[in-house]
Nanobody, 126 residues
Framework: VQLQASGGGLVQAGGSVRLSCEASGSTFHWYVIGWFREAPGKEREGVSCIGLSEGSTWYEDSVKDRFRISRDNAKNTVLLQMNNLKPEDTAVYYC????????????????????WGKGTLVTVSS
């Protein structure tokens, strides 16, 4: 599966951005989709993931009450709605796909997340 992330931009603190991860192929519904981010000078970290159904999601603690992930298998798309953004959310955001599970361990080790899209930059100004 090939992935394309979009939706980044410049936003003020407290604002919202919605990122989109669009996938090619007819087997999208088999894949777990994860969002990661890489801030300047920091390692890439897992932000959120969604399993085969919307009932299976995971969020990193700092975004848990502010971000929401969803998927539309008919459109081969996963959305990451990011609300109440903070300057520390500034990063390049990447989406990744794999036939794996959506949980903390997978998001830490990136186990099974074999397909990665190019990132999209989100800049939050204070």
């Amino acid at each position: 599966v090939q992935l394309q992330a979009s939706g980044g931009g410049l936003v003020q603190a407290g604002g919202s951005v919605r990122l989109s991860c669009e996938a090619s192929g007819s087997t999208f519904h088999w894949y777990v989709i994860g969002w990661f981010r890489e801030a300047p000078g920091k390692e890439r970290e897992g932000v959120s993931c969604i399993g085969l159904s919307e009932g299976s999601t995971w969020y990193e603690d700092s975004v848990k009450d502010r971000f929401r992930i969803s998927r539309d298998n008919a459109k081969n798309t996963v959305l990451l709605q990011m609300n109440n953004l903070k300057p520390e959310d500034t990063a390049v955001y990447y989406c990744a796909a794999g036939i794996t599970s959506c949980d903390y361990d997978v998001m830490q080790a990136r186990y099974g997340l074999d397909s990665w899209g190019k990132g999209t930059l989100v800049t939050v100004s204070s």
